[in-house]
């Protein structure tokens, strides 16, 4: 995930939420894949330089495992039942 020059004007606040809300897609995604906290990163920002610059996904994924919406287990992070729940709920027929 790179931001462009629009998005670089955001406030730290909203760029958190854009973190956030990449992070979780992510690994809904990809479940019942687990990913590992390197390949997590490394997939959502494509690439390790934004992730040490910024630390967005770090923080991402703190503040969605305090919501109870993802868990890390060692090193691999899952969406929680809540977060399966959700996303069964808001997802549209297909």
Known sequence: MHFDDN?????PAQR????ERAVLEHI???HPTHLRLPQLAA????GAREFYEDHGVERAIR???RAGLIEVR???VLPTKAALRLD???SRPR
Do not use: N
């Open 74 to 76: 060692g090193v691999e």
């Open 63 to 65: 503040e969605l495992t």
């Open 43 to 46: 997939q959502v920002i494509g």
């Open 16 to 19: 958190d939420a854009i973190f």
């Open 28 to 30: 809904l995604v990809l």
């Open 7 to 11: 998005q670089r004007g955001l406030s």
């Open 88 to 90: 069964c709920l808001l």
